[in-house]
């Protein structure tokens, strides 16, 4: 079994900065991709960044040069750090992650439990 933890939501003023960190466990083989989806109330969940095992990162256009994203895998662990935060960023916070158990087999997609994010004065 997988787990994902995630951490470093808060509440922040607008022009704020947070990192979330998110660490992987349990039976993995290799990680695949991890990324950061959000949720804001009444609306559906939305990409906000990802990287893969070999450095490619994704991200929103809604976040481009505010948040950046990062991994050690060495820990299993992904990082998302924002700047520059708007009241629009608030959201909670989900990591994901597609992660192997054993060679020969496919990638299954874990999700942790998710981090409020607020930003507000």
């Known amino acids: 079994q997988v787990q994902l933890v995630e951490s470093g939501g808060g509440l922040v003023q607008p022009g704020g900065s947070l990192r979330l960190s998110c660490a992987a466990s349990?039976?993995?083989?290799?990680?695949?991709?991890m990324g950061w989806y959000r949720q804001a109330p009444g609306k559906q969940r939305e990409l906000v960044a990802r990287v893969t095992s070999g450095g490619r990162t994704i991200y929103a256009d809604s976040v481009k040069g505010r948040f950046t994203i990062s991994g050690d895998s060495a820990k299993n662990t992904v990082y998302l750090q924002m700047n520059s935060l708007k009241p629009e960023d608030t959201a909670v916070y989900y990591c994901?992650?597609?992660?192997?158990?054993?060679?020969?087999?496919?990638?299954?997609?874990?999700w942790g439990q998710g981090t409020q994010v607020t930003v507000s004065s």
């Open positions: 994901n992650a597609d992660i192997r158990s054993s060679w020969y087999k496919k990638a299954d997609d874990y």
């Open positions: 349990g039976s993995i083989f290799s990680i695949d991709v």
